[in-house]
């Protein structure tokens, strides 16, 4: 069930059904699934049509500048506060957060394969795996990094994270994100941003296993970075962005809510689904974002441009200019500098990356860095192009080039990206990733 206030994004669904989005970074979007049921010049009426409940979720500090708040009215079936007791869950699984201390922080450069494909019948939440992090989950600074992977649909069962928001990266297979809000058809080359706190169920849309990335971001919520000199449009464009329209569950049997709260998983029987929202108002939603649509800005001159040029999102911190997290995308794009290595150069760096890809080939790994593999470079830490992408890259002839045949992205942050004891012992490490730089050959000429 849908119906709409703003004007609806429409978008196909496999199979000729659709699904309706709004479409606006951070707007006042407005919707309703059944007609009257949003009230009208307030928002918390003495009786709210249809019976229903009128709820308020915060998603930052009531006092916040008008521009950062974010929050949204939501009139529900019954209020959320109506369950039983939480209680908390025998094993997290392979789902860790920060502060990590399982090992010390790992200067080394590190890389994996992707995860092995699952052998039992896993939901998402069963299927979160840590890479690492950093920051502190109770202190809201920092994010942790995880893999997931699920072959089976939630059925009866939900999620919410009050520890930070999930920034969920699709790399194999599609999602069918039912939330409180409405419902998101996720595929790769798309990501997804789910709101601390807000409840949702995963769907596998397709046969076999889905896997992906997710920045759980701990600290500020992310937002559109600004654009500085480069002006009013590029990037990534707020119009791009489309969150759900209103649809409901009217579903009254035993279902599991489990929640991530200080790091632990916590579980309680609810007797009716907590998707149960039929109108809704507010700037605090779920969104998802195609990354074809990031408008990609570059030299037409020489040498290559800091990798800040290709940001979609931010979540900032206390330091103006350092962020707490990144989200970065290196989308298909025209090479055209002269007389320019066109790679990424050989650098070290302040901030702390975690890179993985989507699909395709990375410009500058030449081999070994596969689709839903992943590597983490931390601060000051040496790295770039490898030996055969660097002499390629240095005797090419430099016409215009189309990287058309790839798409990877990184999470950036300002502190050390502390790997877990699970991740270091992994049967898909690289354990032999240094030697990627082992035969730079030596053509000093004095």
Same mark, same amino acid.
């Given at each position: 069930?849908?119906?709409?206030?703003?004007?609806?994004? &429409?978008?196909?669904?496999?199979?000729?059904?659709?699904?309706?989005?709004?479409?606006?970074?951070?707007?006042? +979007?407005?919707?309703? $699934?059944?007609?009257?049921?949003?009230?009208?010049?307030?928002?918390?009426?003495? #009786?709210?049509?249809?019976?229903?409940?009128?709820?308020?979720i915060?998603?930052?500090?009531?006092?916040?500048?008008?521009?950062?708040?974010?929050?949204?009215?939501?009139?529900? @079936?019954?209020?959320?506060?109506?369950?039983?007791?939480?209680?908390?869950?025998d094993?997290?699984?392979?789902?860790?957060?920060?502060?990590f201390?399982?090992?010390?922080?790992?200067?080394?450069?590190?890389?994996?394969?992707?995860?092995?494909?699952?052998?039992?019948?896993t939901?998402?939440?069963?299927?979160?795996?840590?890479?690492?992090?950093?920051?502190?989950?109770?202190?809201?600074?920092?994010?942790?990094? +995880? %893999?997931?992977?699920?072959?089976?649909?939630?059925?009866?069962?939900?999620?919410?994270?009050?520890?930070?928001?999930?920034?969920? !990266?699709?790399?194999?297979? /599609?999602?069918?994100v039912?939330?409180?809000?409405? =419902?998101l058809? &996720?595929?790769?080359?798309?990501? =997804?941003?789910?709101? #601390?706190? !807000?409840?949702?169920?995963?769907?596998?849309s397709? +046969?076999?296993?889905?896997?992906?990335?997710i920045?759980?971001?701990?600290?500020?919520?992310?937002?559109?970075?600004?654009?500085g000199?480069?002006? $009013?449009?590029?990037?990534?464009?707020? #119009?791009?962005?489309? /969150?759900?329209?209103?649809?409901?569950?009217?579903?009254?049997?035993? &279902?599991?809510? &489990?929640?991530?709260?200080?790091?632990?998983? %916590?579980?309680?029987?609810?007797?009716?689904?907590?998707?149960? =929202?039929?109108?809704?108002?507010?700037?605090? !939603?779920?969104?998802?974002?195609d990354?074809?649509?990031?408008?990609?800005l570059?030299?037409?001159s020489y040498?290559?441009?800091?990798?800040? @040029?290709?940001?979609?999102?931010?979540?900032?911190?206390?330091? +103006?200019?350092?962020?707490?997290?990144?989200?970065?995308?290196? *989308?298909?794009?025209?090479?055209?500098?002269?007389?320019?290595?066109?790679?990424? %150069?050989?650098?070290?760096?302040?901030?702390?990356?975690?890179?993985?890809?989507?699909?395709?080939?990375?410009?500058?790994?030449?081999?070994?860095?596969?689709?839903?593999? *992943?590597?983490?470079?931390?601060?000051? /830490?040496?790295?770039?192009?490898?030996?055969e992408?660097?002499?390629?890259? /240095?005797?090419?002839?430099?016409?215009?080039?189309?990287l058309?045949?790839?798409?990877?992205?990184?999470?950036?942050?300002? %502190?050390? @990206?502390?790997?877990?004891?699970?991740?270091? *012992? $992994?049967?898909?490490?690289?354990?032999?990733?240094d030697?990627?730089?082992?035969?730079?050959?030596?053509?000093?000429?004095?």
């Open positions: 069930m849908s119906g709409v206030m703003d004007e609806p994004v &429409v978008r196909s669904r496999p199979g000729g059904s659709r699904l309706d989005y709004l479409s606006g970074f951070g707007n006042e +979007h407005a919707s309703e $699934a059944i007609p009257g049921a949003l009230p009208q010049g307030r928002n918390s009426p003495q #009786r709210v049509a249809h019976g229903l409940y009128a709820e308020q915060s998603g930052t500090s009531f006092v916040v500048p008008r521009a950062h708040n974010r929050r949204s009215w939501l009139y529900r @079936i019954a209020p959320s506060a109506k369950h039983p007791e939480f209680r908390q869950l094993s997290n699984r392979s789902l860790r957060s920060a502060p201390r399982d090992v010390p922080p790992n200067p080394n450069r590190l890389r994996w394969d992707a995860p092995p494909p699952l052998d039992t019948a939901d998402f939440v069963d299927g979160l795996y840590t890479v690492g992090g950093n920051g502190d989950v109770l202190a809201h600074v920092g994010i942790g990094i +995880h %893999w997931y992977r699920a072959n089976q649909s939630m059925t009866d069962r939900y999620f919410f994270n009050a520890d930070g928001e999930l920034l969920v !990266v699709p790399q194999q297979g /599609s999602l069918m039912r939330t409180e809000f409405g =419902v058809d &996720v595929r790769p080359g798309e990501v =997804v941003v789910l709101p #601390r706190g !807000v409840r949702f169920a995963v769907d596998i397709d +046969h076999g296993e889905a896997r992906g990335y920045c759980e971001n701990y600290g500020r919520l992310f937002e559109l970075p600004e654009r000199p480069i002006g $009013a449009n590029g990037l990534a464009n707020a #119009r791009d962005f489309l /969150s759900p329209v209103a649809a409901y569950e009217d579903v009254e049997r035993p &279902v599991q809510v &489990v929640q991530k709260f200080g790091g632990n998983l %916590w579980a309680a029987d609810y007797d009716h689904s907590p998707l149960d =929202v039929v109108a809704w108002h507010g700037n605090y !939603v779920p969104y998802k974002y990354l074809a649509r990031f408008n990609v570059g030299t037409v040498d290559h441009p800091d990798p800040s @040029i290709y940001t979609v999102l931010s979540s900032s911190s206390d330091t +103006h200019g350092v962020a707490n997290a990144d989200f970065v995308v290196f *989308a298909p794009r025209w090479l055209v500098a002269e007389d320019t290595f066109r790679p990424p %150069w050989f650098h070290r760096n302040v901030m702390s990356e975690f890179m993985g890809l989507i699909r395709g080939e990375y410009d500058a790994k030449a081999e070994g860095f596969l689709p839903g593999g *992943a590597s983490v470079h931390n601060t000051f /830490s040496s790295h770039g192009p490898d030996a992408t660097f002499r390629k890259a /240095s005797t090419q002839d430099l016409k215009p080039q189309k058309d045949d790839g798409m990877a992205f990184m999470f950036e942050t300002r %502190w050390p @990206i502390v790997p877990t004891a699970q991740v270091l *012992a $992994a049967s898909h490490r690289q354990t032999g990733y030697d990627v730089w082992a035969d730079m050959p030596r053509d000093f000429q004095p």
